[in-house]
């Protein structure tokens, strides 16, 4: 169970378009998503919090306006890059977060690689 | 605030070898700790937890130790194999908002060769 998906796994974009990924918890209910970004050879560095039904919590130097977050559902949660740069070129992965045994855990899905040319 | 230190890779061993990545804390109240790992183009998965001092997670052959008095967790494998080749973090929790913010490691690779 806890499975987690991310939709596309990898995308392929021009400078100045955007582009949405989709993160899905597939088996359970989702109260809390997050968005990480991940460098290569990094750590995955927190972009945004986000409780289903309000609005995201952003960390300190993430661009809200350009990171849209969406968690409209219990079991979906949006990420859109506006004006997509090639310095957004980067793994997105999603966690999900939902009570489980009583305690709060997150699973990931597996990440989506963003290029843009 | 809350932070993960461990060690710095890349860890190359030769099959079979016993592995230790070390991992320390710091951290405000009791957070449960985690391993994940990372295989390469994929996202993390859960290799193992312990929620309270004194508590031994343990999956696949990996062990750690919730040490509060060392704030360690460090992990452990007697015998590795090429397949355990991946990326590992080490990683906290502390409650925010209904949900748990983790707070990673910069990560560890661990290249098993044969």
């Known amino acids: 169970g806890a499975v987690v998906s991310q939709h596309p796994s990898w995308v392929i974009c021009k400078s100045g378009t955007s582009v949405k990924i989709e993160c899905r918890s597939l088996d359970f209910q989702a109260t809390t998503m997050f968005w990480y970004r991940q460098f290569p050879k990094q750590s995955l560095m927190l972009m945004a919090t986000s409780n289903e039904g309000s609005k995201a919590t952003y960390e300190q130097g993430v661009e809200k306006d350009k990171f849209l977050i969406n968690h409209a559902s219990l079991t979906l949660s949006t990420l859109t890059v506006t004006s997509a740069h090639p310095e957004d070129s980067s793994f997105y992965i999603c966690s999900a977060s939902g009570l489980t045994s009583g305690k709060n855990e997150q699973y990931f899905g597996p990440g989506t690689r963003l290029t843009v040319t | 605030g809350n932070s993960v230190t461990q060690m710095e890779g890349p860890v190359t061993l030769s099959e079979e070898a016993f592995l230790t990545i070390n991992c320390t804390y710091t951290?405000?109240?009791?957070?449960?700790l985690f391993w994940y790992v990372q295989y390469p183009g994929e996202g993390l998965q859960l290799l193992l937890k312990a929620t309270k001092a004194d508590d031994k997670g343990s999956n696949k052959g990996f062990e750690a130790t919730y040490r509060k008095e060392t704030t360690s967790f460090h992990l452990e494998k007697g015998s590795v194999q090429v397949s355990d080749s991946a990326v590992y973090f080490c990683a906290l929790s502390g409650i925010t908002g209904g949900g748990n913010k983790l707070t990673f490691g910069t990560g560890t690779q661990l290249k098993v060769e044969l």
């Open positions: 951290a405000t109240g009791y957070p449960s």
